[in-house]
């Protein structure tokens, strides 16, 4: 009798459906992933990782977009949660914002935060990144080189900004040889970028030695360059974030921190697999995992006096 | 009494369970949104449009990264119609594998391909770009400049490979200069563009004109000129395809085919809820929207010669 059954099943291509089952268990086999950015070539990265193991558990991805915008974030976080998603994976435009802090904290499913703090009173996982490790090599590299006067580019009040500009300014500290920075901090968008990178340059003394502590700020950096004819390696000293085709391709090869953010993804997924397919032994909040980042020194960063300094390191 | 409801709803916070009410409706107000790669740039600018334009009608975006296998496309499908979508928007891995049209052959909801011909027995609408205009002027250009021998990256048997191929061939013919154009077809993978790329420039007569078909292939490109210590503009001219990043920043800027995948997005969603809202006029399949694409020259191409010429154009 079973065997008939399961033959008459092939036969007509029977697809149970999902929704239905899902329902009677009380579950939808949902993930509600909320990007901040989905043209944030790092973010896609990250997608890509988690979406590839969500796939291997059954789960499946609600994705929403909300294009840099805090409020667009609390809005769609509202709809993923009356959408009846088992859990959560959050990419915020802002940790502290306070809309956002507010619906979190009246959610009732796990949640997976992607390199930002658990604000107070949320109940979360997160998967962070040692920002301060890679971004302190960075630096330590530049001093190594002589330079003595930095500008950091920096976006908003968040986690990686954060750790990113006391590992600059620690690191400094540290090093007691009379070094400074300037920091220009703003959003952390492409133009912004280009704009901040622009004031540097015609600042004066100059800095030697740039760091944009974002890839979308980089990009920003690179065409600021390429507008005011700045040849970086020789002119200016300069280090981006993230290993992204841009940094790779560029002529000088950009300098960078950077991290692995397909990992990320992959880990994001497996902190929220755990406490939703086991969720009697299942910790909800509380479990930080963080990844490394590493400096990888390339052609664009040279003594100040600009000869390329790239085989020394 | 209808306002006192209000304002304790007001009060309460109530938020309606859209799951319950789309399953009363017969809908679940979500659509599927299958992706052969979201590591692909323009990709992710088509989810930005698509998601934003969805959003704004209360339908939401489940999405799944076929990462490029034409394999996991269909069972990526079949999963979205066991999720009971309202409907499809899919940018498949490859138009005609036969798994894939099958899967697609049996869906009973509204479907809308980005970029790729509607296979037989298909219902479904389309979002086309005419990757033949904006062609067509790259080899104009490159004609004008004096090349006459021509390589072309082409990844795969799909609509935009083929009407890119179809473009430089056709206007290689008009034009009776007596030029050729040598062929490199394969997969559209950056791997395949930096390799296909060191095969052309290791081959003699080599071609003096090169054309990457396609964003990755062209990012491949770019790194076999940067291994290779080839002078784009001057050793050798070269157009890509798609205004990305790595276009704008190379240094000389890449000259490109460009075309609007954001506005793309938008219009598949605008095709979708087309269908979705008004069943009863809706149109379920046959419809396409062709979008248009340009050419914009850059310091990439010169003269054979190595003239840099963009100042002509």
């Not at 800095?207 to 920003?220: E, R, S, W, Y």
């Not at 990320?264 to 995992?289: D, F, R, W």
């Amino acid at each position: 009798m079973r065997e008939r059954v399961m033959m008459a099943v092939e036969e007509l291509g029977y697809q149970p459906d999902m929704l239905a089952r899902g329902l009677r268990m009380g579950r939808t086999f949902s993930v509600g992933f909320a990007l901040s950015n989905i043209s944030n070539p790092v973010l896609a990265q990250f997608v890509t990782g988690a979406e590839r193991r969500l796939r291997e558990h059954g789960y499946s991805l609600l994705l929403t977009n909300s294009e840099g915008s805090p409020e667009l974030d609390a809005d769609q976080i509202l709809l993923l949660g009356r959408r009846r998603v088992d859990g959560l994976i959050l990419s915020l435009a802002e940790e502290h914002h306070e809309r956002t802090v507010d619906v979190l904290r009246h959610m009732r499913i796990p949640i997976v935060l992607l390199d930002r703090d658990v604000p107070e009173g949320v109940i979360a996982n997160c998967v962070t990144f040692n920002h301060r490790a890679g971004m302190g090599m960075a630096v330590d590299h530049l001093l190594k080189l002589g330079h003595r006067s930095f500008a950091l580019l920096i976006g908003g009040p968040d986690r990686p900004a954060r750790e990113r500009r006391l590992a600059v300014e620690d690191t400094l500290e540290r090093a007691s040889v009379g070094a400074t920075v300037v920091v220009y901090d703003g959003d952390f968008s492409v133009e912004r970028g280009c704009q901040a990178t622009l004031n540097v340059l015609s600042a004066r003394p100059r800095p030697t030695a740039i760091i944009a502590g974002g890839n979308m700020l980089m990009h920003g950096a690179l065409q600021a360059f390429r507008d005011a004819g700045v040849e970086v390696g020789r002119d200016v000293s300069f280090v981006g974030c993230d290993d992204v085709a841009v940094a790779e391709l560029h002529r000088p090869q950009i300098s960078v921190v950077k991290r692995d953010l397909t990992v990320a993804g992959e880990k994001a997924a497996e902190l929220l697999l755990a406490t939703l397919t086991s969720p009697s032994v299942g910790i909800l909040g509380g479990m930080k995992l963080e990844l490394p980042t590493e400096f990888v020194a390339r052609a664009s960063c040279s003594t100040p006096a600009g000869r390329a300094a790239i085989d020394e390191t």
